[in-house]
C-alpha cells in the first residue's frame, strides 16, 4: 500500500512533532539555522528566520540593523557576542516598524547603547507592543510568506528607538562609518537605507525583495512610484561595487546583489504600475483587475500573484492608480 504524496504530507504535517528523526522535520529545522555569513570588511548578514539582519563587529565596535524575532535574536546577539569576545552592542539601527525586522529587538535592551530608526518607524512601531500583521499575508506559490511571530514565543518586552532622524544620521563604529538615509515613501513611510561606507555595504530592509512580489504597506504611508524612484537614486549614490544587503529573497536567492538587482527590482514596481493603469484604461472593474493573478508579463520569474489583500502589490498600485497618491 502506498499513500499518494498528497497524502503523505497532510499525515507528516499533522504528526510532524511526534518524529524528531523525521526527514521533513530535520529539513524545516535547517531551514531556521541561525547563519552569519561575512559579506565584506567585517561586515556581513544573519538569517534566521524575518527580514534579514546585517551585522558589523569589527575591533573596535558591533553594530546591528534589524532584529527578526525574540528567539532569532538571542542566537544572533549571541553569535554577535562570540565574535566580539562580548563588547555589547554600539548601535542598533532598524530598517522600518514591521515585527520580521524588529521584533527581537528587546532581547538588545541593556546590550545596545543607541537603538536608531527613522521618525515615521518609531512612531508606527510605538502604536502596538508588536506591529499588526497584515490579514491576508500575501500567498505565493513556492515561496513562505512572510513570516508571522509564533504565536508559542515568550512574549519580550518591546525595545524602542531612543534617537530618530528625519532625512539622515551617521555614526562611527571603530574604523567604519554608517549613514542611514530616508528617501521618502517607500514599503512604509518610514524606511531607512544603511550604508556601510568603508566597507561599501549597503542595508535596504524591505525596499528590496529579491526576485519575489514584495509586501507594500499602504496603510503605513508606502508608495509604489516613490518606492521605484528611491531605487534608482540609492543606486545613483553608491559604486558599481556596492553590495546590497535584501530584506527578503525567493527561497533559494541570495540576500545580497548588486545594483543590477535593485534595478530589476525598480523595473518590477514600474511595470505593476504599468499594468494597472493600462487595465483602469482599458475600462477594465476593481474586482476584474485585481482577481488578475497569472504572472507579470517579462517577471515570470517573480510567479504568480499572491492573493488580494491590502499590502499586496496589484491591490496598492490600483489605488495608487485610481487616486493618484
Ligand atoms: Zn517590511
Known sequence: MSLSRRDFLAASAVTLGAFAGHPFRLLAQAAQQPVFTPVRRNVGTFTMRGGTVGWLVNPRGVAVVDTQ?????????AGLQERSRNRGVDVLLNTHHHGDHTGGNGVFRGVARRVVAH???????????????????????????????RSQEPPVEALYPDTTFTHSWSTEVGDERIVARHHGRGHTSGDAVITFERANVVHMGDLAFHRRHPVVDRAAGASMRNWARQLQQVVNSHTRDTIYIFGHAREGLPVTGNSAELLQFRDYLQAVLAFVERHVAAGRSRDEILA????LPGFEAWGPFGQPGARDPISVAYEEVTTGA
Do not use: I, K, N, Y
Not at 524575532?69 to 546577539?77: H, I, K, S, T, V
Open 292 to 295: 488578475m493573478r497569472a504572472p
Open 69 to 77: 524575532f525574540p528567539a532569532e535574536a538571542r542566537a544572533l546577539l
Open 119 to 149: 521618525g515615521m518607524a518609531d512612531q508606527h512601531m510605538r502604536r502596538g507592543p508588536r506591529p499588526p500583521q497584515p490579514s491576508q499575508p500575501p500567498q505565493q506559490p513556492q515561496q513562505p510568506p512572510l513570516e508571522p511571530p
